[in-house]
């Protein structure tokens, strides 16, 4: 875990319910939000709505240092919009 400010669980529910909320009113998506050290992916921090097996299988298989989207995010300094 990144820092134990993440560590809250009433507060990620709160966060997480609000996205879906607010992405619901544009259709059906699925969204991850994640804070990742950038010299070490392994240490992370996530929301997302997608089904929970789908992040067991992806971080069991460690695509966190292999996916084409976290290695943009990791050379740059900035959030970005993926669509």
Do not use: C
Not at 25 to 33: A, E, L, P, Y
């Amino acid at each position: 875990m990144l820092h134990d400010d993440f560590d809250n669980t009433k507060i990620n529910l709160e966060t997480k319910t609000w996205l879906s909320q607010e992405l619901q009113k544009f259709g059906d998506f699925r969204f991850t939000f994640a804070i990742m050290k950038k010299n070490n992916p392994s240490d992370l921090f996530v929301l997302s709505n997608y089904p929970d097996e789908w992040g067991e299988i992806y971080f069991a298989n460690g695509y966190q240092y292999i996916d084409p989207v976290g290695r943009i995010q990791v050379r740059s300094a900035t959030l970005s919009r993926l669509s």
